[in-house]
């Protein structure tokens, strides 16, 4: 527990526009080869809205990833996640395609984006309307796990159709939330409600081998 570094702070990222600086940061995340960082931040206060950068791992080279206005916008959310996609087949040092995918999942919003960080694309975005993604990730085999409807589901994106309807891969587990998948992408662990309490649970995405990990108190957050 020694030695903290501070990688970025709201002063570090480019403000949103001449009258609107970053006011907090609510989110990251990695990206596959562990290089840089995708991050959420929040500017205008509760009332303003997000951003989305990115950076090296040591807080430089700092640039937004999308364009100032992204078409729907980004609402201020704490559901909000961010999430960096590829093509597969995964190859650590060489990732076609790479996207972050970003959830807005207010009942106003139900959109959902798509942001490319590849040249020429970079900045470039898409959005899909209509469905309430939560805790979206992105796993190391080019899957996907989130929530929606209540319950968890692995699929696929597309950049034509966005997410697959998904595999729900926990059923009669309720409010499952942050889905993290192991380093070789065989396995989630998530949390979520059996009734009493939240406990955390792993999974293979394809819905077989659940097996709670804790019993009782409350278990959030896991990661590998």
Known sequence: GQNPKRVLEPADLPWHSPLDPV????????????????VIARYGGGAGGLDVYVCNANGTGIFKAHSDTPEGGLSVSGAVKVTWHFDPPYRRNELDTQRLLF?????????YFAFFL???RRDDEIYFDNREIYDINAGPNGDVAW????????GNFD??????????????????????????????VFSGDPGGGTRLYRVEPGGVNLVPLTDGGTALEASW
């Open 118 to 120: 590849d040249p020429p």
């Open 23 to 38: 006011d907090s940061i609510i989110g990251c995340c990695w990206s596959p080869d562990g290089t840089k960082v995708a």
């Open 147 to 154: 929530v929606e409807g209540g319950d968890l589901r692995v």
């Open 103 to 111: 959830t807005s999942p207010y009942v106003s919003d139900r959109r």
């Open 159 to 188: 950049e034509v159709n966005g997410l697959t309807a998904g595999t729900v891969v926990a059923p009669g587990i309720s409010a499952p939330a942050g889905p993290a998948w192991s380093p070789d992408g065989e396995r989630l």
